[in-house]
């Protein structure tokens, strides 16, 4: 979601859920949420509000926020896209960086680079097939501090795989390039749906 004036883009819009309150991302709270990383190591946000809500936590939870959080623009050689290829910029300034020729089956989509260059990083050695099959949580966090140093802001991936209009949600590596704009108070229903109008903004940034 992009917010503009009337003849260009001034900066990106995304969503974060949390039961937690704070007033900037901490990445040494890194995977204290639901602990996964199947998308890569950053801080997880959304294009959409009620994705976020969402993922504000489990409906037991006694609070849910969503925090409006200012991203930078996305230009095609600064994020990885999960499904498409790396952009050529990108994989000139990691080679150049690394001293490595990049295979080329490593560049055929943002997923499998990433686990690629985690597993070099990390010394994991083997084919290429293995090398962009899996990654562990130690190749991940090795790839996601590399990327922000050749200017790799992000990584990014559909809400929803068979309907890309729907959305992106992204893993955000670089702590410096996004800030917390607004947090609002929401609640959810049984099925951990955004409640309409339930929300209210508890703080502004």
Same mark, same amino acid.
């Given at each position: $979601? ?6 260009k883009? +001034? ?22 949420g ?5 998308f ?28 409006t959080?200012? +991203? ?28 490595v020729? $990049? ?11 990433r686990?690629w ?31 922000p ?18 959305g ?26 955004? +409640?309409?109008?339930?929300q ?6």
């Amino acid at each position: $979601i992009f917010v503009t004036d009337s003849k260009k883009c +001034i900066m990106a819009i995304a969503y974060h859920g949390s039961s937690a309150l704070f007033d900037r991302f901490d990445p040494s709270h890194l995977l204290e949420g639901d602990g996964k990383f199947k998308f890569g190591v950053g801080a997880y946000l959304t294009s959409r509000y009620t994705t976020a809500a969402h993922y504000s936590g489990a409906t037991s939870s006694p609070d849910h926020y969503v925090y409006t959080v200012q +991203i930078p623009d996305l230009t095609p050689d600064n994020h990885l896209r999960s499904l498409s290829p790396v952009h050529p910029d990108i994989l000139r300034r990691v080679s150049e960086r690394l001293g490595v020729d $990049i295979p080329a089956e490593a560049a055929t989509s943002g997923k499998f680079f990433r686990k690629w260059l985690g597993n070099l990083l990390s010394g994991n050695t083997g084919t290429v097939k293995k090398m962009t099959g899996s990654a562990s949580l130690e190749a991940e966090k090795a790839a996601s501090a590399f990327l922000p140093t050749v200017g790799v802001v992000l990584l990014a991936w559909p809400t929803a795989q068979t309907k890309p209009e729907a959305g992106d949600n992204y893993a955000l590596m670089d702590y410096g390039a996004f800030r917390i704009l607004q947090v609002d108070r929401v609640l959810l229903d049984d099925k951990a749906k955004l +409640i309409e109008g339930s929300q209210q903004t508890v703080a502004k940034y």
